[in-house]
């Protein structure tokens, strides 16, 4: 099942059949324990309605209510390679192969819900900044009792220059203003996500294409219950939470976005993330 929010409210995709559903807060609709049993409840009390078919397209909003962003770095060795890489004359390149091998993750906060974009929003690269890139990202929505409920596509838009110039600088290459894109929708599986799930990015400039990437999830060297159960060791999530679970696709050292650039990302079964580049 897909879950859309949107002008009119939450609509329920389930196999190209279209339903509202009663429930009209988007944080208590998704943040529930066995969310894909739930919904398979509620839809036997609902009517199908064909028109919510062009609604989903014409008034698509971000599938976020109060949720907070997260992130997961480093999580594949394409990853691992383009930091150490892009680090490297700072000698930063030894933190990024010491966290790929270490028990404990890399997590660090992305966006709080109201500076997330959506599917058809524009995102932004920093004007202090000369090397962007798009990262292509399976996003997990974990329920506020710790459990993976649904996934979406993300976006973690990064500046390589800074991230590169001091890790410490990390926040300020992350999180700024149009940094943050998930949609088009919440994907509730009743079992988790299949580990050959593919993950593909187009970057165009609307005439010419400019790169395009695929991997399987199953690249990832950590579970994504491992992320989860870091995340939540010592942090609550009123509302449930996402969690971006890292790139394993990184343009080549000489790619950098400009403007007006259109990236679009694909993940089996959830659907494209398709966002323009602005400054
Ligand atoms: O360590 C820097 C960030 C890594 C990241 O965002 C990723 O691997 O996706
Ligand atoms: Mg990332």
């Not at 010491?98 to 966006?111: I, M």
């Not at 009792?145 to 890790?167: A, C, K, L, Q, V």
């Amino acid at each position: 099942m897909k879950v859309y929010k949107t002008k009119k409210g939450i609509i329920i995709d389930n196999n190209s059949t279209f339903y509202l559903s009663k429930e009209s807060d988007w944080d208590a609709f998704v943040n529930r324990s066995q969310l894909a049993k739930e919904i398979s409840h509620e839809l036997k009390q609902l009517t199908p309605d064909k028109n919510l078919a062009t609604v989903i397209q014409t008034d698509l909003m971000t599938p976020i209510g109060n949720q907070e962003v997260w992130a997961s770095g480093v999580t594949y060795m394409r990853s691992k390679q383009a930091r150490m890489e892009e680090s490297k004359s700072a000698g930063g390149g030894d933190f990024y192969a010491k966290v790929y091998e270490a028990q404990r993750p890399e997590l660090f906060f992305k966006s709080p819900a109201y500076r997330v974009v959506g599917s058809g929003d524009p995102v932004r690269i920093r004007r202090d900044s000369k090397w962007n890139v798009p990262e292509p990202e399976l996003t997990l929505f974990v329920a506020t009792h710790g459990t993976i409920e649904g996934y979406t596509i993300g976006n973690d838009m990064s500046s390589r220059d800074i991230e590169g110039e001091n890790p410490l600088y990390l926040p300020q290459a992350k999180s700024y203003d149009g940094a943050a894109a998930i949609g088009p929708c919440l994907f509730v599986p009743p079992q988790p996500i299949h580990p050959d799930t593919l993950i593909h990015i187009d970057i165009s400039n609307h005439t010419e294409n400019l790169f395009s990437g695929e991997i399987s999830i199953n690249r990832m060297k950590r579970k994504h219950t491992e992320l989860v159960e870091y995340l939540f060791r010592e942090t609550t999530f009123k509302f449930g939470t996402y969690l971006m679970t890292g790139t394993g696709i990184v343009p080549p050292d000489n790619f950098t976005l400009s403007e007006g650039d259109e990236i679009r990302i694909t993940i089996d079964g959830i659907g494209t993330l398709v966002n323009t580049v602005t400054i």
